[in-house]
């Protein structure tokens, strides 16, 4: 065996045993993709957001059409009924979207909540009869 070759392994593994340096490379990619993380994870919440104030209209534009009816007398309370059925799914789905824990402290999330309280208390007083003469 060749002792020149030995004295070329130790060299090899002595420079592949090196640190690398915690400012370069990996830490770079780490750093990306991190803030890539995070600005997709606020973009989400952003999208969440606007999918609530889109929901949050639509009962609002059904709550208006619902007093249009009601000031109506030609409107029968039996024509009312699917628009009520309809004005109570949509609160349903918007108070569970609103229960989740990231809306939990933003004023969307109180705001959706009053517009669902506003909007339960409509539904009950038709179902309770509250408009029958």
Do not use: C, W
């Not at 370069?24 to 995070?38: C, D, W």
């Not at 339960?120 to 509250?130: E, I, M, T």
């Amino acid at each position: 065996m060749d002792i020149r070759q030995i004295d070329n392994l130790l060299a090899l593994k002595t420079s592949s045993s090196r640190k690398a340096s915690t400012t370069g490379g990996f830490g770079e990619i780490y750093n990306q993709k991190l803030a890539a993380i995070s600005e997709t994870d606020t973009q989400a919440q952003l999208a969440a957001k606007k999918a609530l104030i889109d929901q949050s209209s639509r009962i609002m534009d059904l709550l208006d059409e619902y007093a249009g009816h009601l000031s109506n007398p030609a409107k029968s309370l039996k024509e009312l009924d699917p628009l009520v059925r309809t004005i109570q799914n949509q609160v349903d789905l918007v108070a569970a979207k609103a229960a989740d824990p990231k809306f939990a402290t933003d004023e969307i999330g109180a705001v959706v909540t009053d517009l669902a309280l506003t909007a339960n208390v409509a539904v009950l007083k038709f179902q309770r009869g509250d408009f029958v003469d």
